[in-house]
């Protein structure tokens, strides 16, 4: 069935209308984006001159901490794992790391010791969906056509 030529003028119309509202709210978001962007900046910025010494102050306080830990540890840690202090627990742990050489991999192939080992395997989409539709049908892959719409808008639109 055949559409009447009024229709689709009031059809267009329509879509015209839409088009306006889409590009005059586009320019409004556009705008309301950059004044949120900006007062944010300035707020980040009071922030960051406040913040930085402090976190300056807590770093150094950190690496300190820890060399007087690792220099003074006999006379520390000498009765225990846990030193209390009114502001605070000082914490010692003893754990073994393991070292693992560069040809693990090929020792623990050479003797089965798959359940170590690790393999990641994954498709490439990208030049999967470039190959032809008989190739795709050997791996059970299928083409589907899908619909897109869009639109452009006229530098007029939103004045």
């Known amino acids: 069935m055949k559409k009447k030529s009024s229709d689709i003028a009031a059809i267009k119309a329509e879509a015209e209308m839409l088009l306006k509202v889409i590009a005059v709210c586009m320019e409004s978001t556009q705008q309301i984006e950059a004044e949120h962007q900006a007062a944010v900046e300035r707020i980040a910025a009071g922030f960051a001159a406040r913040l930085a010494p402090v976190s300056r102050t807590l770093e150094d306080a950190r690496k300190d901490l820890l060399a007087l830990l ?3 540890k006999r006379s520390l840690f000498g009765d225990g794992d846990v030193v209390k202090l009114k502001n605070g627990s000082l914490l010692r742990q003893l754990f073994g790391r393991v070292q693992i050489p ?3 991999i090929v020792k623990c192939e050479e003797l089965d010791f798959t359940e170590v080992i690790r393999i990641a395997k994954s498709l490439d989409r990208a030049a999967v969906e470039k190959w032809p539709d008989e190739r795709l049908l050997l791996i059970g892959a299928t083409r ?3 619909e897109e719409f869009s639109y452009n ?4 639109a939103a004045k």
């Open 70 to 72: 690792r220099t003074e």
């Open 102 to 104: 560069r040809d693990a």
């Open 144 to 146: 589907k056509m899908k």
């Open 153 to 156: 808008l006229t530098k007029e």
